[in-house]
């Protein structure tokens, strides 16, 4: 069965861990997971800021082509403007002045001085009944037929676009009239400003009439839709032409640029040659930062998280040996931590750290999965057998451990008298949270223990407040009994504490005959260290067991006895 995670069981209870090795997780996968991990990153860390160099060359490519086409726009604008300005400038000179006739040499001499003297005006020329009677280029007799106006534009002129003159019969001219007064550009003076090998289309429109009155190139009609504020500019991409429309805000008019957007094309991959290794230089320096975060980070806690979610905790379990006897009565599971690659950390290591970064909870529950998944074959075959389990401080704070011991001890195969919990003396420091949830744990009929008794500050009257059922005392003081060391009486205290508060006593890392011989003469029942066992699997455990029910477990107690 699979591991829950701590919010899962939160919500429904403990899972029963599977057996050690039964479905973990292969190492070469959880390594291989690793590589994909990495790649990907590596791949989204070097890949982001070239997409984004690219990105930047396509950004910057178009808006420096906009700049230009606005800017031709703009010029045709000016262009427009001066050409209608000097259009003006001559027909208020003409209608200035008084002449004997529409045509006398008086006026055809003005014309010429007004014709020679404007830098975009073709001719200059007076128009009656559609005819051009006359111009600076002298008296036409009957006149030159025009045609009507097209259209009459918004400041009153009346507007023939496409005039052609038997002076210049290949081109078209414009011709604008007011009140008789005609002024005759070409209307290549209007876009003839443009100088770029892309031929972009130009030209000025008349508004609110929307009538072409220079094009060069083409006016899409869509375009229409567009039309900027007055004073305005709206840029916009159509198809194949990167679009500037430029309203005036004095005049009725609307010039236009639209270039091929191969233009851009051209620059943006021209740009995009620079910036794009630029962006891979900066995506490679990003993975190296990640690359040293990722190693910064992989601190012991965050190790410690990925190992509990890739199962690669599991239990051993040294023997409480009854030193009368020399049977093993019960047994103290301790964790073991496996890295994929092999190497055992050390739980004196991790523990503190999973205690420092609030893991320990976690680290717990993942203990009693595995009490949960390996103990009822043994309590089956040693049904007076008992496990004991280690707290720490945020257990025995929260009070979280209790429920799950209860769910334990519902599960098929286990009884309360099968467990005890072992907790730390440092791990009884929030007194009144640690004596009920000991008080509680003692209540489902489980054994609590004082474990690494004498390293902490517990007196005689602080143990007192504590439901508890033996004292284990700390490997440090065991062994030194017997010795000339200044704390070689400290086991003998405890010892004479613990008969006092009725305690029953087990003593920690006894590694020698005569340590067991004097704890034995000073009435410790149980005993525990290397001198017995050290801690095993679960499988060497019952098998340890079995043969002892045979009579042949449990040989070294019998030298102590
Ligand atoms: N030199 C020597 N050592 C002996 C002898 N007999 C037992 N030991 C070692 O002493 C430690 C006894 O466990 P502890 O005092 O609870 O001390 C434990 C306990 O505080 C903590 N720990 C281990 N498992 C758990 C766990 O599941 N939960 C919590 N909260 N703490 C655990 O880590 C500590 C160290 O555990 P281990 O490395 O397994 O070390 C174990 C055991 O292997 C001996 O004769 N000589």
């Not at 400038?89 to 002045?97: D, K, P, Y």
């Not at 002129?157 to 052609?164: E, K």
């Not at 806690?301 to 030193?323: K, S």
Request: glycine share 6%.
């Amino acid at each position: 069965m699979r591991v829950t995670l701590h919010s899962r069981a939160d919500r429904h209870g403990l899972h029963c861990h599977r057996a050690i090795g039964s479905a973990r997780r292969a190492p070469e996968s959880i390594e291989a997971v690793k590589r994909i991990r990495i790649v990907l990153a590596a791949i989204l860390v070097f890949s982001i800021p070239v997409a984004a160099s690219l990105y930047l060359a396509r950004h910057i490519a178009r808006s420096t082509e906009f700049e230009r086409v606005e800017q031709l726009a703009r010029a045709v604008l000016a262009r427009t403007a001066t050409i209608a300005l000097q259009s003006q400038e001559a027909t208020q000179r003409l209608q200035g002045r008084t002449f004997e006739s529409p045509c006398s040499p008086e006026k055809l001499a003005l014309m010429w001085a007004i014709d020679l003297g404007s830098s975009y005006l073709q001719a200059v020329g007076y128009i009656q009944d559609d005819r051009l009677k006359c111009s600076s280029l002298g008296d036409h007799g009957e006149g030159i037929p025009l045609g009507p106006a097209r259209f009459v534009s918004v400041i009153g002129d009346s507007i023939r676009p496409q005039v052609r003159l038997p002076m210049v019969p290949d081109t078209d001219l414009l011709i604008a009239e007011r009140n008789g007064t005609a002024t005759v550009v070409h209307p290549e003076l209007f876009t003839d400003l443009v100088q770029s090998t892309d031929n972009p289309w130009v030209g000025v429109v008349s508004l609110p009439d929307r009538v072409p009155l220079a094009v060069r190139g083409d006016f899409r009609p869509a375009w229409h839709e567009r039309l900027p504020p007055e004073g305005g500019t709206a840029r916009f991409v159509d198809g194949d032409r990167i679009v500037v429309l430029h309203r005036s805000a004095d005049w009725k008019l609307l010039a236009f640029a639209a270039a091929p957007v191969l233009r851009e094309e051209k620059r943006m991959t021209a740009l995009a040659w620079t910036l794009a290794p630029l962006g891979a230089v900066v995506g490679l320096l990003l993975w190296l930062a990640l690359l040293s975060h990722m190693r910064a980070t992989r601190s012991l806690p965050v190790v410690m998280r990925a190992a509990l979610a890739d199962d690669e905790f599991f239990l051993e379990y040294q023997p409480i040996v009854d030193l009368d006897s020399g049977r093993w009565v019960s047994a103290e599971a301790l964790i073991r931590w496996k890295r994929p690659d092999g190497t055992l950390i050390r739980p004196d290591l991790f523990i503190p750290a999973a205690e420092d970064s609030g893991l320990i909870q976690r680290i717990t529950e993942r203990v009693l999965e595995l009490v949960c998944a390996e103990a009822p074959a043994l309590f089956a075959r040693h049904p007076q057998f008992r496990l004991s389990i280690n707290l720490s401080a945020a257990d025995l704070a929260t009070g979280l451990v209790v429920h799950r011991l209860r769910e334990l001890t519902n599960q098929p195969g286990i009884e309360p008298h099968n467990l005890a919990v072992e907790a730390t003396e440092r791990g009884l420091l929030a007194v009144d949270a640690t004596r009920r949830v000991l008080a509680d744990i003692r209540a489902l009929g489980i054994r609590a223990a004082i474990d690494d008794f004498g390293t902490g500050y517990s007196g005689l009257s602080y143990l007192g407040t504590f439901e508890v059922d033996s004292l284990k005392i700390d490997k440090a003081f065991i062994d030194t009994v017997g010795t000339d060391a200044p704390t070689s009486d400290v086991a003998v205290h405890i010892i004479e504490m613990a008969k006092t508060l009725r305690l029953d006593v087990v003593a920690e890392g006894i590694e020698h005959p005569e340590q067991a011989e004097f704890l034995r003469g000073r009435g410790v029942r149980y005993g525990q260290g290397w001198l017995f066992a050290k801690s095993m699997p679960m499988p060497a455990l019952l098998a340890a067991l079995d043969s002892a029910a045979d009579g042949s477990a449990g040989g070294p107690v019998t030298s102590v006895e």
